[in-house]
């Protein structure tokens, strides 16, 4: 029978849902069963493709062009898995779907409610994905905190769920367990209230992740064992870990996987986690430090850029070094300009993805520090824009080049809407997303990273080259070494007058694994090392 665990949070967002729904997928992959992970994101938004990565963190896009919330990058880079926009399901797209239902006349004439045709479209959803997968465990996250209202018909639907498969069904909730600094003692109330409320929901935990700064004390998982109603075995500590990669490792240490498999009446298998214990070991042993500039414009809510900093520590883990993020608000150089100079001190710059004018300039400036002072460089989708741009203008002349996206007016439209997005109106789900071909050229640093003549990579953009200035770049000797195939789209830059420039339109980083780290980041990091200060 299939089984299904159900990760719910309580007390207040930001526990680390994603990494504990993430980190019990690991462990129960590495026991050789086949997992299946599905996000819930209970927003009214269908997609996560128009939300502002200030307020909401990065935006995850997947093979199949599904733009999702931050956490779903953490199933693929735990599990080394590529998942698809079915895995999440958000409150927009399932009451989308019953509506659309609803006027086909698929309810034939009845009052459409929440229950049970809103719950009943959730539990479809999920088994379609299961049974689409052939998943012997599917792992459920429902995304914020019990007792939101949003929450309700999820919460509702896993309460069916649990009655229709029985014994097949756990519930485990992550709670937080708050120390009281003048106290000093870890304080249960909070975790027992969460429970309250979801017991109120109909669902009674099987098994309880403590969110701390510390492990939890022996006397504290046996209060909130007797007041939650669980073993106190099934109390799991889950403290503050350097390391978000080590918390498998410590989940195995804490048996929560042999409470898992005993729960779900799965037989037990032997760990194989000896390449993770492995990688995990040379991320906290590293002694080497790479300084790595992000220079971006959301830097103020640092998880939007996750999957760069995660690709960053990937490609560090394989070589045995540390990276060291140096954060940097684009928008500081265009209010003092002599600011870039702090660049001096990084071993290597990168110029992150984004949307509009501004920050622009400010990005410009570090591509062009990058550049004359031979640091390597990586772009990254808006990152290569501004690139192709910065070259045209302070190596071709063309001081007024610009992107249309920035100035709809520029006398040198070096970058300009894709054609097939100038009469799109609706724009959720409508930019170019998802895995498409690239072709490398050879004798390029590409197809030095990358070894081979064609990949796959993920976009996310409405924006692209304009080749009218491919010849007046060619003959300054820009490098385009990547296209779409047939060539129409541009999607590799470099500039082989330095010694690593290399910008992508794609985003490379959303491909990068701990067990799998992306080529582009590998040679970045390199490149990095050998530039590295000597302080």
Known sequence: MRKYIIVTGGVLSGLGKGITTASIAKLLQSRGFKVTPIKIDPYLNVD??????????????????GEIDMDFGHY?????????????????????????????????????????????????????????DDANVV???????????????????????????????????????????????????????SVKELREAGIQP????????????????????????????????????DNIYELPIFFEKERLIDIILRKLDLKPKKSDLGKWRELVDRMNRAKIRVRIAITGKYTRLRDSYISIVEALKHASAYLNVKPEIV??????????????????EVDGIIVPGGFGKRGAEGKIMAIEFARKNNIPFLGL?????????????????????????????????????????RRIK??????????????????????????????????????????????????????FSGTSEGGSIIQIFENPQCSFFLATQFHPEFKSRLESPHPVFLAFIKASLGNRKNT
């Open 48 to 65: 996560a493709g128009t939300l502002n990565p200030i307020e909401h963190g990065e935006v995850f896009v997947t093979d199949d062009g």
């Open 76 to 132: 693929e880079r735990f599990l080394n898995i590529s998942l698809t926009k079915d895995h999440n399901i958000t409150t927009g797209k399932i009451y989308k779907a019953v509506i659309e239902k609803e006027r086909r006349g698929e309810y034939l004439g009845k009052t459409v409610q929440v229950i049970p045709h809103v719950t009943n479209e959730i539990k479809r959803e999920i088994r379609e994905v299961a049974e689409h």
């Open 139 to 193: 792992i459920i996250e429902i995304g914020g905190t019990v007792g939101d209202i949003e929450n309700m018909p999820f919460l509702e639907a896993m309460r069916q769920l649990k009655l229709e498969e029985r014994n097949n069904v756990i519930f485990v909730h992550v709670t937080l367990v708050p120390i009281i600094d003048k106290v000093g003692e870890q304080k249960t109330k909070p975790t027992q209230h």
């Open 206 to 241: 099987d098994i309880i992740i403590g969110r701390a700064r510390d492990i939890l004390a022996p006397e504290v998982k046996e209060k909130i064992a007797l007041f939650c109603n669980v073993e106190k075995e099934a109390v799991i500590s889950n403290p503050d870990l």
């Open 327 to 344: 954060w940097i608000e684009t928008e500081e150089f265009e209010k003092d300009k002599n600011r870039v100079s702090i660049l001096k």
């Open 381 to 421: 989708c808006f990152g290569f824009q501004l690139a192709v741009i910065e070259f045209t203008r302070n190596v071709c002349g063309f001081k007024e080049a610009n992107s249309t996206e920035i100035d709809p007016d520029t006398k040198y439209p070096v970058i300009d809407l894709l054609p097939e997005q």
């Open 426 to 479: 609706r724009l959720g789900g409508t930019m170019r997303l998802g895995a498409h071909k690239v072709v490398i050229k050879e004798n390029t640093l590409a197809y030095r990273v990358y070894g081979k003549k064609e990949t796959y990579e993920r976009f996310r953009h409405r924006y692209e080259f304009n080749n009218e200035y491919k010849n007046i770049i060619e003959q300054h000797k820009g490098v």
